[in-house]
């Protein structure tokens, strides 16, 4: 069974750092290029980051740029995000999602809460 566990999230003040992962399962995950997505209350979901399957390139959403790495551990089938600098629009429900051809997968999702 394709499995995607992510973990990590939590309650940080502004400024502060949190790391999140996702562990995959049931599937060849150095074949994936893999994300991580956010939803925010009221708001669409949105792309934060990507990586290739090989972790060689990487892309950001401009508003994380700068703030946010994401990587990968292809021999523990996992993907991580660290998250510094958090701001309170950073507030959503963080989900990966692995893609290759015509296949995606979707986590479970972790909530992350920027606040006072």
């Known amino acids: 069974q394709v499995q995607l566990v992510e973990s990590g999230g939590g309650l940080v003040q502004p400024g502060g750092s949190l790391r999140l992962s996702c562990a995959a399962s049931?599937?060849?995950?150095?074949?994936?290029?893999m994300s991580w997505y956010r939803q925010a209350p009221g708001k669409e979901r949105e792309l934060v980051a990507g990586?290739?399957?090989?972790?060689?390139?990487?892309n950001y959403a401009d508003s994380v740029k700068g703030r946010f790495t994401i990587s990968r551990d292809n021999a523990k089938n996992t993907v991580y995000l660290q998250m510094n600098s958090l701001k309170p629009e950073d507030t959503a429900v963080y989900s990966c999602n692995g893609r290759w051809g015509i296949q995606s997968h979707w986590g479970r999702g972790t909530q992350v809460t920027v606040s006072s």
């Open positions: 990586i290739s399957s090989a972790g060689g390139r990487t």
């Open positions: 049931g599937f060849t995950f150095s074949s994936y290029a």
